[in-house]
C-alpha cells in the first residue's frame, strides 16, 4: 500500500455559490499543518442476546461530519477569501494603482459564507469536504517569524472528487515587524494615536459553529455559526501602569491592528503595499500581569475583549485588506 508523508497533501479552498454545493479551489493553501477530515457519531445497540457482552451486537453510524484545524502564513490573496468567510459580508474597490481593497463586514446573521475545501492526497484519492465553515481563527504576531493564521473549521463528510494542485508564486507575507498596534479614546483618533511597540499580539475569533442534525439524514443539514467574539493577547515592555489602570478602572478605548508589507518585492503597481488593517470600535481590558525576572527586562500581559459600541453601531468598526486580488 502507498505511503505517504504530510508534505505530500495539498489543500485547497473555494467560497461555495449555494451552501453545501461545492466548488472547485480558487487557492491553493502552502500549510504549516493540516488535520481536517471526517468524524462520526454511532448508535450502539444495547440489547442482550443472553450474554455477558456489554456492547451489544449493533453500532450504526447516526451522525457524520468533518473537522479539524488548517495553519498557514498569513498570505495577502487567500486570506481575503478566509476573511470573507470569518465576518461573512464583503466590498471591493480599485482597482486603483492595481491594487484593490476588500471591506470585510460582520454579518448579522447565522449563516456565514461557506467553504469547501479540497484535500488532495498524492497517490490516494482526493476529497472535498462541502459546507466547511470557520469556527474559530487566530492570528499570532512575533518578531521574529511570519504572521501565523490558525483556523478551526466543520463541514460535511469528504466525498471523493477530481483535483490537481496549482500553486500561485505571487502571494505576499507579513511577519512580525509589519504591524502597527494604535490605541485610541475613540475609532476617530485611531489614524494619529501613536504606535504602541509590543513583544506579542494574538488576535482571536470565534463563531460558535453549531451542527444541524435533523431526522432523515446522517449529515448535517447546516452548519450555523452562533454567538461571535473577539479577544486579543498582549505582552509589551512594563514601563508604567496604564494598562492596568485601564483593567481597574473600566476604561474603553477603540484599537487598530495594522500590518503593512513594506519590502519592495512585494509592492503592487507603482507604490501600493499589501496591508491588511482591522479597528475595533470598543474594547474593555482585562486580565493583567506583569513579570519582573531578576536578569531581564521586565514585561506586561493582558487581554482585551471587543464589545458592540452603540454609538458605531458595530464591534468591527472597519476591516480592509489591500492586495491584487480583483474579487472573492
Request: hydrophobic share 40%; with cysteine; charged share 20%.
Amino acid at each position: 500500500m502507498t505511503k505517504i508523508i504530510g508534505r505530500l497533501i495539498d489543500v485547497g479552498i473555494g467560497a461555495e455559490s449555494s451552501r453545501g454545493g461545492g466548488i472547485a479551489p480558487t487557492f491553493w493553501i502552502p500549510k504549516a499543518s493540516y488535520d481536517f477530515d471526517d468524524k462520526v457519531i454511532k448508535a450502539r445497540s444495547t440489547q442482550t442476546y443472553g450474554n455477558i457482552a456489554m456492547d451489544g451486537a449493533q453500532s450504526i453510524p447516526a451522525k457524520q461530519w468533518s473537522e479539524g484545524s488548517l495553519v498557514l502564513d498569513m498570505m495577502d490573496k487567500p486570506f481575503g477569501l478566509i476573511m470573507y468567510a470569518l465576518l461573512g459580508a464583503k466590498s471591493v474597490s480599485g482597482p486603483s494603482d492595481s491594487a484593490y481593497t476588500h471591506t470585510f463586514t460582520l454579518s448579522n446573521t447565522n449563516q456565514h459564507q461557506s467553504l469547501a475545501i479540497t484535500a488532495k492526497q498524492s497517490s490516494l484519492a482526493s476529497l472535498m469536504y462541502k459546507l466547511a465553515m470557520i469556527d474559530s481563527m487566530t492570528i499570532e504576531i512575533v518578531p521574529e517569524e511570519i504572521v501565523k493564521v490558525s483556523l478551526k473549521l466543520q463541514g460535511k463528510r469528504g466525498v471523493t472528487t477530481t483535483a490537481t494542485a496549482s500553486y500561485a508564486t505571487s502571494y505576499n507575507k507579513f511577519v512580525g515587524r509589519d504591524l502597527q498596534f494604535k490605541i485610541a479614546s475613540l475609532t476617530s483618533g485611531l489614524a494619529a494615536a501613536s504606535e504602541i511597540p509590543l513583544k506579542k499580539l494574538t488576535l482571536n475569533f470565534q463563531k460558535n459553529l453549531i451542527l444541524d442534525h435533523n431526522l432523515g439524514t446522517v449529515q448535517p443539514q447546516d452548519i450555523l455559526n452562533q454567538g461571535f467574539r473577539i479577544t486579543g493577547d498582549v505582552e509589551l515592555d512594563y514601563q508604567d501602569r496604564t494598562y492596568a489602570d485601564y483593567m481597574s478602572d473600566g476604561t474603553y478605548k477603540a484599537v487598530r491592528i495594522n500590518l503593512t508589507n513594506q519590502r519592495t518585492d512585494a509592492v503592487i503597481g507603482a507604490a501600493t503595499n499589501p496591508a491588511f488593517t482591522i479597528d475595533l470600535s470598543k474594547v474593555e481590558f482585562d486580565a493583567w500581569e506583569p513579570a519582573y525576572p531578576n536578569d531581564n527586562i521586565t514585561t506586561q500581559k493582558f487581554t482585551f475583549t471587543a464589545l458592540y459600541d452603540t454609538v458605531n453601531g458595530n464591534i468591527i468598526n472597519s476591516c480592509t485588506l489591500v492586495n491584487a486580488q480583483a474579487s472573492y
